[in-house]
């Protein structure tokens, strides 16, 4: 039988779950829109991670709401979330990718970002709100023993990693009026896109 605390933990986990998937949902809509609007490789690179995250958020929140009911036993949550970490890992180094191509082209064709006001104010609020996230996934996580959510948890640290990173380049894009910043802004996202995307895939083929 499982343990009672296991499911209350679990529940816990859900509630978080739930509201860090509705801000990606936030962040994907504004992101992409601003980045796309503003010509912003950054702000749409920071959209499109959202999307994502909202693909591993909702496979977890799966995860732990079968976790609360019993239905399933351990061997079908591990080939659950191998295979969503699988599917996001070869996404995000698509999107890595993505980034280096499109950045490349910005460069070439000197494509300058416009500035966002949403987009700065969007970068800011993830800051603030998604390391309180990743503390609570971490906490519950640890109480639960479930490193699928205490990596959830890491993800939302890297994502506000991102957060400031993009701060930083949209400000920078401010003050420094260059076409260039626009590609050159987006590079230090790859760092954490990539190692995002590659620990996905190691996590994916980690032995049982």
Same mark, same amino acid.
């Given at each position: 039988m499982q343990d009672m605390n296991t499911r209350?933990?679990?529940?816990?986990?859900?509630?978080? +779950?739930?509201?860090s998937i509705v801000w990606m949902a936030i962040e994907a809509a504004v992101g992409v829109g601003t980045g796309v609007a503003a010509h912003s490789l950054a702000l749409t690179t920071f959209g499109a991670d959202s999307v =994502? +995250?909202?693909?591993?958020?909702g496979v977890l929140l799966w995860r732990l709401q079968v976790e609360v009911s019993g239905r399933a036993t351990a061997g079908r949550l591990e080939a659950a979330e191998r295979r969503a970490n699988a599917v996001v890992g070869a996404a995000?180094?698509?999107? $890595?990718?993505?980034?280096? =191509?499109? $950045?490349?082209? *910005? #460069?070439?064709? /000197?494509?300058?970002?416009?500035?966002?006001?949403?987009?700065l104010a969007l970068a800011v609020a993830s800051g603030i709100i998604m390391p309180?996230?990743?503390?609570?996934? #971490? /906490? #519950?996580?640890? /109480?639960?023993?479930?490193?699928?959510?205490q990596s959830d948890g890491a993800c939302s640290k890297v994502c506000a990693y991102m957060a400031w990173t993009l701060i930083a380049g949209l400000l920078l894009n401010r003050?420094? *009026?260059?076409?260039?910043?626009?590609g050159v802004v987006a590079l230090p996202l790859l760092y954490f896109v990539i190692t995002e995307g590659w620990e996905a895939v190691q996590e994916s083929r980690r032995p049982t």
């Amino acid at each position: 039988m499982q343990d009672m605390n296991t499911r209350v933990f679990a529940s816990q986990g859900m509630v978080v +779950e739930i509201a860090s998937i509705v801000w990606m949902a936030i962040e994907a809509a504004v992101g992409v829109g601003t980045g796309v609007a503003a010509h912003s490789l950054a702000l749409t690179t920071f959209g499109a991670d959202s999307v =994502v +995250e909202l693909v591993a958020g909702g496979v977890l929140l799966w995860r732990l709401q079968v976790e609360v009911s019993g239905r399933a036993t351990a061997g079908r949550l591990e080939a659950a979330e191998r295979r969503a970490n699988a599917v996001v890992g070869a996404a995000l180094l698509v999107l $890595a990718l993505y980034i280096l =191509v499109t $950045a490349g082209l *910005d #460069i070439i064709f /000197r494509v300058a970002a416009l500035p966002s006001n949403w987009g700065l104010a969007l970068a800011v609020a993830s800051g603030i709100i998604m390391p309180l996230l990743a503390s609570l996934k #971490i /906490r #519950i996580g640890g /109480r639960m023993c479930s490193h699928a959510l205490q990596s959830d948890g890491a993800c939302s640290k890297v994502c506000a990693y991102m957060a400031w990173t993009l701060i930083a380049g949209l400000l920078l894009n401010r003050l420094v *009026d260059a076409w260039w910043l626009n590609g050159v802004v987006a590079l230090p996202l790859l760092y954490f896109v990539i190692t995002e995307g590659w620990e996905a895939v190691q996590e994916s083929r980690r032995p049982t």
